[in-house]
């Protein structure tokens, strides 16, 4: 197997395809739901509580769209005073096992940039994402970008131990990793922090629980769109 001297991770949601929409529409959905059968309840009363109560279950039930589901019945019990008809409950199961089916829509350029870095041959590419195992593997599966990449790598959260994990895995120095996401937080901070570098593309909407103030850093390059990638890299002077 050939020897790569840098390995360019790419995140996947929301920075391959699309992600976090679907996540505000079935808040949509869920807000709608409560408020119907309890019109009192708007949308500001019921997002704090769904907020809080998907923030406190991280730990237990990680991120995800089960996570969410599992979550949202918490809230309805919690702003319905625990009368909680089972049509509301089966409704919010239905919200997300539509949001799992959504297509995989692949956000602009990606799958001719990809190509190209992988007909150049000049870097190892893998995915390095976090969430539900399952929902991810079937979305890289659905979005037919596997034969890009070396290898996938699906991680329950991405703080500086998972990254640790993961470098020493790939048998990959920190320095020699970029990592391409759309979360400051996730992908650009932890790998930056390890020695590596991260090359940020914002998405236009991004869970509160992902939002932290950007910093400026020699090892951090900030693009529009991931077909701006050798800007990058020639910015962060790894290009070769
Ligand atoms: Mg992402």
Redesign the pocket.
């Known amino acids: 197997m050939k020897n790569y001297e840098f390995t360019i991770a790419f995140?996947?949601?929301?920075?391959l395809w699309d992600?976090e929409i679907f996540f505000r529409q079935s808040e949509q959905e869920f807000c709608k739901l409560i408020n119907e059968f309890s019109p009192d309840l708007k949308d500001e009363e019921i997002m704090p509580v769904l907020f809080d109560t998907e923030v406190s279950n991280l730990s237990v039930y990680g991120f995800g769209v089960k996570s969410f589901v599992l979550s949202a019945i918490e809230t309805a019990g919690k702003l319905l005073k625990n009368d909680v008809p089972y049509p509301i409950v089966k409704r919010i199961t239905e919200i997300g096992r539509e949001q799992l089916m959504q297509p995989v829509t692949l956000l602009a350029d990606v799958e001719t940039t990809l190509a190209e870095l992988k007909s150049e041959d000049k870097y190892r590419l893998i995915i390095v994402t976090k969430g539900d195992l399952l929902d991810q593997e079937n979305k890289i599966k659905r979005s037919g970008l596997a034969k890009y990449f070396n290898r996938t790598i699906v991680m329950s959260d991405k703080q500086d131990n998972d990254y640790i994990k993961i470098i020493a895995d790939l048998k990959c120095e920190p320095e020699k990793l970029i990592m391409v996401?759309?979360?400051f937080k996730?992908?650009i901070l932890p790998v930056m922090k390890l020695g590596g570098y991260g090359i940020y593309i914002p998405?236009h909407t991004t869970w509160a629980h992902e939002v932290v103030d950007t910093i400026k850093h020699e090892r951090i390059a900030e693009i529009e769109k991931i077909s701006e990638i050798r800007q990058a890299l020639n910015k962060l002077k790894i290009e070769i």
């Open positions: 995140d996947a949601d929301d920075t992600n996401g759309n979360s996730s992908d998405y």
